[in-house]
Every structure is written in C-alpha cells, then in structure tokens.
C-alpha cells in the first residue's frame, strides 16, 4: 500500500501546486485588470483635459480677435482676415434668406390662400365630369412588337447574355 499512499501523495502536492499556480494566475489577471482599467481613466482624463484646452484657446483667440481686429499682429494678420470674411459671408447668407422669407410672406399673402378659399372654390367645381379608365394589371399585359420596316435591323435582349446583340 505503500505505492499508493506515494502516489496519493504526490497527486496531493500537484494539486496543491496547481493551486498555488492558479492563485497566481488569478492575482496576475486581478493587478492587469486594476493596470488596464487605471490606464484607461487616466486616457479619459487625459482627453476631458484636451478639451479644456481646446475651449480655452478657442475663447483665448475669440478674445483676441474682438481686442485686435483692427491691427492683428503680424503672425496672426491671416488668421483675422479669415473670420472676417467667414463673417462677411454668413453676414450675406442671413440676408439673403431674411429677402426670401420676405418674398414668400409677401406671395402668401397676395395669394391669400387658405384652406377655406380652397373649399369654396372646390364646391363650384362640383359639376366636373370624371372618366375612368380600367387598364390591365401588371404582368397582364399583351405584349406586341411594333411592325418592323423593311431593311430595319431587328434588336434582341438575350436574358444570360453578355449585352444586346444586333442581328
């Protein structure tokens, strides 16, 4: 019976260093884990921080450029000119609808249009005769060839072919 307490033994010490091993295992996966996720805020933070930063320096330049419009400094000349004329621009848009929302407020109210009139004016068309025209339901249709002239080549669409063909 020796050889079995021997073998009951060793298969005792390999249990218990499988579970030392997957202890350690464990632990590494845990402190990977804590590693991944602290990387990932600090990524998070990271980004909030840079657009702090990039609210900061829209603001920083909005409050220059209302400060120095006028007399921009030399590096920033171009820079300035290009809100100007952005600002030109959209300046010249709004106008233009302003002018077509003028025109149709002015069109609407020529017309004087309103549902009632439309009502009305339905009403005294009331004796108008309506013809109705049965037509054939699709896939029902008689299919004929218009007649060919003479000496007129014959055009054929072939279903798995590789385009028309002229015969």
């Known amino acids: 019976m020796s050889g079995f307490s ?25 402190t990977k884990t804590k590693q991944v996720s602290r990387i990932a805020k600090l990524n998070m933070d990271i980004s909030g921080q840079k657009d702090t930063i990039k609210k900061a320096y829209t603001e920083l330049g909005k409050l220059y450029y209302e400060a120095h419009h006028d007399a921009p400094e030399e590096g920033l000349a171009q820079v300035s000119q290009q809100i100007d004329m952005a600002m030109a621009t959209i300046a010249s848009m709004e106008e233009e609808i302003t002018q077509i929302q003028a025109a149709m407020a002015i069109e609407a109210a020529q017309k004087d249009v309103s549902f009632e009139s439309v ?12 013809e109705i025209h049965e037509e054939e339901p699709a896939g029902e249709e008689s299919h004929q060839e218009p007649p060919q002239e003479e000496g007129q080549e014959e055009f054929h669409e072939e279903p798995h072919d590789d385009g028309p063909r002229w015969d």
């Open 6 to 30: 021997d073998f009951m033994d060793k298969v005792g010490a390999f249990a218990s260093k499988a579970a030392e091993k997957t202890k350690d295992v464990a632990s590494a996966a845990a």
């Open 119 to 130: 009502v009305d004016q339905t009403e005294a068309e009331a004796d108008v005769e309506v």
